[in-house]
């Protein structure tokens, strides 16, 4: 769904192995697996259980536990129900909903188009090197409101703290583009390759 | 303590134009003389190694979207910034392409004017963010904004203002707002009808056209209330130095960013 390329050639850029897995099947042959993402969640959840993706990726992430990233789209999908467009249900990994950013506060606007700082959890081994509010880069309308505190990896403030990342076992998400946050964002994808959940 | 506003963007522009067969950056000045500048990929690392915020391409070679997803293709192999892409986009296929091989948002400019629901069509299916309405504009001699179209060659009566609050109305996710008057002038943004466009929309508002100096981008910020200001001619030549000229524009007090 959308921006495959700019993650391919990051990951390579950074010394990983990418294929782009257009079959279900090719999901079994892979170590770890990146979920990428611009666009709207319709699109997007409609493709993946028409071609048999859903099931393969509950299979491989969920049972098989290989390391997973989710990017923007790709990490909003893994709620329970996003409600842009319409209602959909999502691939329910985490306990949480996707809903539209208000902008109560006049110079916070809709949609989020920027660099901004985040406060992370440093424990988590993927933000290694990573020295805290550092800024990544944000586009997007809609965010992902989790029901537990405790999957929280990351928030930002706009102007009041919204999920910026996830991590739950095997799965790490990021509302921010790692991909187009130059050197910082080229460093979590190292530290990506490297995870060992 | 109250945090700190979302800080203002620097994003250079490369426009590019058909040169033997290959697309290379230009500069122009009132949409017309074309001066040619280098190559994108360099260029763009260029401004990728100054921290720049994000990049624009603009397509005014006419030589259709293949060729300018051929570039950004070739970018997004070694630049790993936002990429906002435009020129010549027309239909759903165009964006689904150019999304495909890197950019992150599409520039609309001359098909949203001629059927505007497209704007909607597009944020619908691809999300708001994604979608970037690109108003070009012309002060008549009786003083009267109009927007062009078409590359800046075809008149219509819209006013810049009403069209940009439409154009949100009708789903686009941010706006890129350029006076062809001050195109390539080096003079100084046009304000008066910016500082308008940001009252009445929501939505970010990328300003462009004439910067020459560091205090130009401070009055786009702070006069006009630009969330991004977008230049070509002013990064295109070596002596302006994005990181010079961020911190001039930080020390005039708007906040950008500072991290390298």
Redesign the interface.
Known sequence: M?????VK??IE?VGGDVIVCNKPEDLDKIERIILPG???IS?CIKKLNESGFTNSLNHEVLIKKKPTLGIC?GMQVMASISY??GEHKCLNWFDAEVIKLT?PNV??????????PINFDPTIPLFEGIPQN??F?F????FMNLKSDNQLAASY???TPITAAILKDNIFATQF?P????DL??QLLENFLRWNP | MEPLKPKKRLIPKLLLSNRDNNLVVVITKYFDKRILIGDPLSQSKIFQDQSADELIFLNIGNTGIKSLCEVIARVSEEIFMPLTVGGGVRSDNDFRQLLKYGADKISINTVAVKNPKFITEMAYKYGAQCVVVSIDYRIDEEGKPLVYIENGKTKTNLDPVSWAKQAEEFGAGELLICCINQDGSKDGLELEVLKKITEVVKIPVIGSGGCGMAIHFVDGFISANCDAVCAGTFFAHRDQNLIQTRSQIFNSGVNIRMQN
């Open positions: 959308g921006n495959l390329m700019s050639n990051a850029f611009v666009g709207a699109n789209l842009e467009g902008s110079g916070y606007k809709v949609p989020s188009i920027n660099w901004h550092s800024e880069y586009v997007h309308s809609y403030n706009y102007p583009h991909e187009k946050s130059q964002g080229l």
